[in-house]
């Protein structure tokens, strides 16, 4: 097989088959490329547990399978621009790559925030589906186009908690009045609830929470919260995350930085963004587990389910807001049609595959 043949078997055929139609042939192109060094701004703190180290290890995997034609450096969260300017560095071609979570432009592309997460949404297993055989990635794409940017999935965080609280949640009453960071739709949901919204880049969390400037915070799961030491700012920490089921993280290039590469050097940021997404999931299911031991037997941490009559009230208004974005534009439109029927579709089949199996494993626990 030839290599492309190769790497859209393994990849999935969608994405790959609409962008190398646009490659140019390898070759007399490739030999003459002169090495060039890429900028990679993030919305991480520099070096942050799975985040910044995954966004760390794309740049340095595309370094090395390159041999160095194509180097990456990587910058952490205000060391080039600001973390919530990632998308415009790298739209106007101030950075070349970036790597964030798409919800965090909602105030630029409302509709970004399907290729984030969707609260009652899709798992990391379901999501990865839907972008690769369900459609869902060449709709980023031309989501994406108009910005001069190309997106790729280049990590999950895959469930995460609910959030850290001063303030115990009994009923969803007990949600009016909080203060609470939670992006995205997530934050959409809640403010219909009588929370007040807030977001904050992540690396503001712990002092914004324990100074008093909000009441209450999600960040990402325990291996992340117990990092940031969320635990010391906050009484009780509640799960399931509801609102961020299977976040995808980005890497985003620029459409003409990434055009001037030769096709093999576009095929390698291509897969080595897949392996990046692959690596991340991983190790957040292993440090999760470990990292929530550790809150609990170390630091005395209550972890607490949220009551159920609370998650269905959640899950209403969840409902309403995603179908609300869908009005936003044609976009929308079109991409909530092809989530809310590729969600459907795959929770149906979801219940009697992990559904049944986890209930039946967990059953006695
Ligand atoms: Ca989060």
Known sequence: ???????????????????SQERKPMGEQASAFKPVVWKMVTTWPPNFPALGTGAK???DLITQLSAGRLTIKVYGAGELVPAFEVFDAVSSGTAQMGHGSAYYWKGKVPEAQYFSSVPFGLTAQEMSGWLYFGGGMDLWREVYAPHGLIPFDAGNTTVQT????NREIKTVEDLKGLKMRIPGLGGEVLKRLGVTVQNIPGGELFQALDQGTI????WVGPYNDLAFGLHKAAKYCYYPGWHEPGTVLECMVNQSAYEALPADLQAIVEVACRVTSQRMTAEFTARNGRAVQTLVDEHGVEMRPLPAAVLSRIRVVAEQVAQELAQENPAAAAIYDSFSRYAKQTAAWTRMAEGAYLAARHADL
């Open 1 to 19: 097989m030839k290599r492309r043949e190769i790497v859209v078997g393994a990849l999935g055929a969608g994405t790959l088959a609409a962008c």
């Open 57 to 59: 290890y794309l740049g």
């Open 162 to 165: 609910a959030g850290w609280f």
């Open 215 to 218: 009441d209450a915070t999600e």
